[in-house]
Each structure stands twice: as C-alpha cells, then as structure tokens.
C-alpha cells in the first residue's frame, strides 16, 4: 500500500512564496513611496497581511516575500510583525529582496524571473510543493484545501481561479476548462474571455495564486529562463506554455476553499488596485454586517501594530460632540469634538473640534485641524488637513486641487495640500 502523507505533513514540506514587487501605480500617490502590498488596509492593516495570515492559519511555516519596487516600509512592516516563527524549528519568513543574484545587469524583469532568480536558495530547501501568492490582494482562503486538492488530482500545476463576469474578465488571466476541471485554454487579458462551462454570462479569472510540484516548477523555470522571447511571467508565459504542451494543469475554485464566517456567505476577494476600489473596500467595514469578517477569531488576521493607547472621544456639547457613527476607529486616535459618520481611522488620527468626516478613510498619523469638513475622501499617512478646508462638496474645486476619480473619491496626499 503506497504511502499517503496528511494535509499537515504537505504544508510543513511545501514552500510558499509571497510576491511583494508591485508598483501598484493605479493608487496614484499612495503607491509614490511604498510599494502596493504595504499600503495600509481596515484600520491596522497592510494589504500583505491578508496573504501571509492565510499562509500561517493553513499551516504554512516556510514562507518568502520577494520585493522589490520601493520596499522600504514593507520590509520594515515585515520585519516588526512577521518575525516571530521558529528558525530552529524550520520556520521562518525570508525577506527576498531584489538583488541580481543570477548577473548583475537585470533586476526582477517578471514574476517567473523573481522566482528563478532566487532559485538557488529554493532548490535548497528540496520542497515537495511550491505555493505562489500575489501578495496585494484582500481575501481569506485556506491555501491547504487547494494543495489538498492538487495532490489529489496529480497536477502538475493548479491554478486558483475566481468567476468574474465575462465583461469584467478583460483585465484578468482567462482560464477555458473541461468537465473536470482540466485547464485546456489560458489567455491573459483577452478582448473576448472564454466562458465558464454552464454559465455564458461567465468567467473563470486567475487570482493569481498557484500550487507547483517543486521539481517540475523549478524545471520550467529554467527553461522559461533561456527563452529570449518569454516576459518571463507565469500569467502571461509560464501557465499559457505548459497549457500548450498538455501538462496537467486544473483550475480550483476560489469557493472551495475561501474561509466565511457563516455558511452561504459570499466568498469575498477584492483587488484594491485603484483609488475607487481602495476606498470602497475599505468604507464597506463600516457596515453593520461587512462583506470581510476581520472579526472572525478562528481565522485572524495578524499583523504589526504600535502599542497605543484607546481612541478617546471627548467633548459633549451642541456642535462640538466628539463622536463616531458606523465607522471604525483605531488606537491612538482622538476625537476632539469631531462629527465622524461612515468613515474608518487608522492609528493616531486626531481629529479636532467642529470638523466633520464622512465617507472618509483617514491613514495614520493624520491631524484634522477646526472646522474642516471632509466628505469621500482618502487622507493618506502623516497630512495635515488645515483649518476649515472643505472637500466633497465643489467636485471641480476637489478636482484643481487634488486627485479626484470619476467615482467622486477625492485622495489627499500633503505635496498636494503644500502646493496649494
């Protein structure tokens, strides 16, 4: 009788890797000086988190982060608040920045090629499975039911997929399936997306999360590595290839395997890859039942957080109320005599009397001088907002002075409120 190895004994020997390097450029100024997965999430938060804490709640104890665009503040998020697994006991969570280990004239030209790049340590570590996270995106999910089901299958590969509408799919990786679930098509940003089978209406998009069998993973690198042609990227040239060749490639649903707090819960995942989505994702965890449960005590999200002090409310007088209504407000904060309907505070915000906030997502460290009023706003980390300035009410005064989307969410970054 062949030898089967538990759930448990796969997730101690596979190897996951976090894909951090993305510039994130649609978030405009939140991205000028810190790449996408350390921009701030839900009021205590970093976007990575959400991957890494999937990572650690599956049972995943080997775990790298390849950097590379701006990562000053994600290595230092990582280094405060990811550092606290067991080398001794073959834990750990390695920080892989970009440093031209294979020549010394390319950094990271793709996914593929971080990956490769870094070859030499992973081949090291001799890992049954590679698991491959894009590291900017918001969502739970048990990444042990998709390797589970990967061994089950034999694969090759498993690509995890999410169903998107087809007129919504021209922005993903398009996955074209059979009946049991056999990736027999991918196409990356198609003009026209395949449909899922049974549903016309329907997409089968990539999230951008893999399983690998570890030999077979690196052997692909290799070759995709000598290819003069390829980008060097396992969307656009690593699964489109090994789809072509026949390999045994299946796509997983992220519903298998995405973690709810109730049954018959939507699965939730979000790219909050735009000021419009950032601020919607973000202002939804103020509503009385949230579509996201970051209050779920069987599936945390961790992170690293300052030791503060609790947000204090003060003030009761007629139009000088310190107080917050459907909104989420964090450590350190104070709320001085400040009107604050439907927004969510970071860490150390003060917000002084007679402001107003609503629809606001207000990052860290921000002071909110008298009388301003600010309504549908991002507010990113340390500005100082001055005294009665108003934003949410003139969208062509909103639009001169700031970044204002087509949605109507106004982003204010302290260069902008300098050059006013």
Known sequence: ???????????????????????????????????????????????????????????????????????????????????????????????????????????????????????????????????????????????????????????????????????????????????????????????????????????????????????????????????????????????????AKRASIFAHRFTDSCVRSEPGAPAYWRDVGTIDAYWEANIDLTSVIPPLDLYDPNWRIWTYQEQLPPAKFVHDEDKRRGQAINSMVSGGCIISGSDIRRSLLFSNVRANSYSRLNEAVVLPDVVINRRASLSKVVIDRGVIIPEGLVVGQDPEADARRFFRTEAGVTLITQDMLNRL
């Open 1 to 243: 009788m062949a030898f089967e190895p538990s759930l448990r004994e796969l997730s101690r020997s596979a190897l996951t890797l976090v894909l951090a390097g993305g510039r994130g450029s649609r978030l405009g100024a939140l991205t000028d000086r810190r790449a996408k997965p350390a921009v701030h999430f839900g009021g205590k938060l970093r976007i990575i988190d959400f991957a890494l804490s999937n990572t650690i709640n599956a049972g995943f104890r080997q775990i790298a982060v390849l950097t590379q665009y701006k990562s000053h503040s994600l290595l230092r998020h990582l280094q405060r608040g990811w550092s606290f697994l067991r080398g001794e006991m073959g834990e750990f969570v390695d920080l892989l920045p970009a440093q031209q280990r294979m020549n010394e004239e390319n950094w990271y030209r793709g996914t593929a090629d971080a990956v490769y790049q870094n070859l030499d340590i992973f081949h090291s570590l001799r890992p049954s499975h590679v698991i491959i996270l894009a590291g900017d995106h918001i969502y739970k999910m048990d990444y042990g039911k998709m390797l589970w089901g990967h061994v089950l299958r034999g694969a090759d590969a498993t690509v995890a997929c999410i169903e998107v509408p087809r007129k919504e799919a021209t922005g993903f990786g398009v996955m074209h399936i059979d009946e049991h679930e056999r990736v027999i098509d991918f196409v990356e940003k198609p003009k026209d997306p395949p449909p899922m089978p049974g549903n016309p209406e329907m997409a089968l998009a990539s999230m951008g999360v893999y399983v690998f069998n570890g030999n077979f993973l690196f052997d692909q690198l290799r070759r995709d590595a000598e290819d003069p042609n390829s980008g060097h990227d396992f969307g656009k040239d690593i699964i489109p290839h090994l789809v």
